[in-house]
């Protein structure tokens, strides 16, 4: 595999594991604002990489198809959306701030269930940032390396709080410092091994590029509505969490559009 590829797919990965070691360095629990300012952040990120980096890339893959470029978008969204919901009504996981636990029954500690959940989401994260670099080695031009290295960068900046969120927590309720370091960075050990596995497939999702990109996109969309934004949206109201998500999507932005 190319080097450069290869540190494309360790970087989300590094994103989180640095959010994780903020444990190292906290010396209270994070305050409720703190955890809607870095779930909002994260949230605006996703979503504009699932445009910027993934959909439109998608319809441009596609656009050999004239006016019906938009049926693989679609489609690949779609099954993105409904991968995530059958994820999320099969393995059991724990969202932080609700009382019961959702998937199957299972008698894991609350620890591991809320591990899950964010260990869960993070596979659609590592099969973005593969799909894209399949993108790059498919040669056609249409993305580019700078292209799937923004991305990589984008999800490593939202994956940092989503690390912070992991980690902080867990030691708040009184688990060890570098054991909520550890499940932190195990949470987000799956990114890479799911881009790597796409990689590895790239025979099979080069002809399916822009169904795997959009599928990436929904699943992606699915996590932001179903769990980040509710969770950075619990009561007691405050629209700090909502200028975060407007921050994160606009700093995404920016770097797709300055950077590919």
């Given at each position: 595999?190319?080097?450069?590829?290869?540190?494309?797919?360790?970087?989300?990965?590094?994103?989180?594991?640095?959010?994780?070691?903020?444990v190292f360095f906290m010396k209270k629990e994070l305050s409720r604002n703190t955890e809607r300012i870095l779930l909002g952040f994260a949230a605006g990120v996703?979503?504009?990489?699932?445009?910027?980096?993934?959909?439109?890339?998608?319809?441009?893959?596609?656009?050999?198809?004239?006016v019906w470029s938009f049926i693989p978008a679609v489609i690949g969204f779609w099954l993105g959306i409904l991968f995530l919901l059958f994820l999320d009504r099969t393995v059991p996981h724990v969202h932080?701030?609700?009382?019961?636990?959702e998937g199957r029954?299972?008698?894991?500690?609350?620890?591991?269930?809320?591990?899950?959940?964010v260990t869960m989401?993070?596979?659609?994260?590592?099969?973005?940032?593969?799909?894209?670099?399949?993108?790059?080695?498919?040669?056609?031009g249409l993305i580019s390396m700078a292209a799937a290295l923004t991305l990589a960068i984008g999800i490593a900046i939202q994956n940092f709080p989503e690390g912070a969120v992991i980690s902080m927590p867990l030691h708040s309720e009184g688990m060890s410092r570098s054991r909520s370091f550890?499940?932190?960075?195990f949470s987000g050990a799956v990114e890479p091994l799911a881009a790597v596995m796409t990689i590895l497939l790239a025979d099979l999702i080069i002809p399916a590029l822009p169904y795997f990109l959009s599928f990436a996109a929904g699943a992606m969309i699915y996590v932001v509505t179903e769990e980040l934004i509710p969770e950075m949206s619990e009561p007691p109201h405050s629209n700090i969490g909502t200028l975060a998500l407007a921050f994160g999507f606009t700093?995404?932005?920016?770097?797709?559009?300055?950077?590919?």
């Open positions: 595999m190319n080097m450069d590829i290869l540190k494309g797919l360790l970087i989300p990965f590094i994103g989180t594991s640095l959010g994780a070691a903020g996703m979503i504009a990489a699932s445009v910027w980096s993934l959909l439109i890339p998608a319809l441009e893959q596609a656009s050999c198809m004239g932080r701030f609700d009382p019961e636990p029954k299972s008698k894991l500690q609350k620890t591991i269930l809320m591990v899950l959940a989401h993070n596979i659609p994260e590592g099969m973005a940032v593969g799909a894209v670099y399949v993108g790059v080695l498919a040669g056609d550890a499940y932190g960075v700093l995404m932005m920016t770097l797709d559009v300055v950077f590919s």
